[in-house]
């Protein structure tokens, strides 16, 4: 009971920083939009002894106004797994224990969609670094039946700093809390993760980004989702760019490897 409070009332923060974004998007005159999609393929055993992949594809369009922007996500996933591995927030997580089925079953599918809000707190043209609080809440639209999500909620909040240390090199550290919705019979941990790296500007339109990301498990007892991943973005023009990037395993509980790419475009 206390933890069903506490998720209520977390999810009450982060609906009202949600709730104050869309409200200054309706009194905001100047648009600035943006579209966002990407391919995201990812390849993994997840501590089981079987091969897990999946394709996770999402739709993304947020609105900027001042210090604030509020997002919505919409995905679609598939997913080849032996049904112990379930979709959390676009990644493939181990579940359940036990052995499941002789050969893995795609499943395909809506994903869980994903709201979120952003108010920059810092800015380094006259602060010293960069720093933005960020509240999301996923929604549970994908089918958990499918493995596709654990169809429950999930609330978070979180901070993102970024220092430029020498022209061109900026140091980037994230910090997210999240409260995991637990399905039936199922007892999952609320979420710490963490990532820190550089960007580097190789030239006027190419960025390269490294990032270490880590977390705590959602199920005790399993190892913890370690990744190192890599990022190269090409501005097209002031309006869009696209991206390719590579990800490499550092723990049973992370993919083995994956691959992204995609494009945003500002109208």
């Given amino acids: 009971m206390e933890r069903n409070r506490g998720t209520r009332l977390f999810g009450r923060l982060a609906a ?25 393929y990812d ?11 999946s394709l996770y594809v999402p739709f993304t369009v947020k609105r900027y106004w001042g210090d604030w922007d509020a997002s919505l996500t919409m995905p679609y996933l598939s997913q080849t797994s032996d049904g112990r591995v379930t979709n959390v927030g ?8 036990g052995r499941g089925p002789a050969a893995p079953a795609t499943e395909s599918g809506p994903g ?10 810092l800015h380094a043209d006259s602060r010293p670094f960069d720093l933005s609080a960020v509240a999301k809440i996923k929604v549970p639209t994908a089918d ?14 979180g901070l993102e700093f970024g ?11 994230d910090l997210y809390f999240t409260l995991i919705g637990d399905p039936p019979g ?7 993760a963490v990532d820190f790296g550089f960007a580097d500007e190789l030239a006027a339109d190419v960025t390269v980004t490294v990032l270490f990301e880590t977390s705590n498990a959602l199920v005790s007892g399993q190892r913890a989702p370690a990744d190192l991943r890599g990022v190269l973005d090409y501005k097209v023009s002031p309006r869009g760019g696209l991206f390719v990037g590579g990800l490499a395993g550092l ?12 494009g945003s475009y500002r109208f």
């Fill in 163 to 173: 220092k430029r240390l020498v022209p061109g090199w900026t140091m980037l550290a």
């Fill in 251 to 262: 723990s049973d509980g992370s993919p083995d490897y994956g691959f992204s790419a995609g």
């Fill in 144 to 157: 958990k039946d499918k493995g596709l999500g654990t169809g429950e909620f999930d609330e978070g909040v």
């Fill in 16 to 40: 009202s920083l949600l709730c104050v974004a869309a409200a200054g998007t309706a009194f905001a005159s100047d648009l600035d939009w943006r579209f966002s999609t990407s391919l995201n």
């Fill in 112 to 121: 869980d969609a994903i709201v979120r809000g952003g108010y920059e707190l």
């Fill in 90 to 97: 676009g990644n493939p997580v181990r579940v359940r224990g």
């Fill in 186 to 192: 199922t007892n999952l941990n609320n979420q710490v």
């Fill in 43 to 53: 390849s993994g055993y997840y501590g089981t002894d079987l091969r897990t992949t």
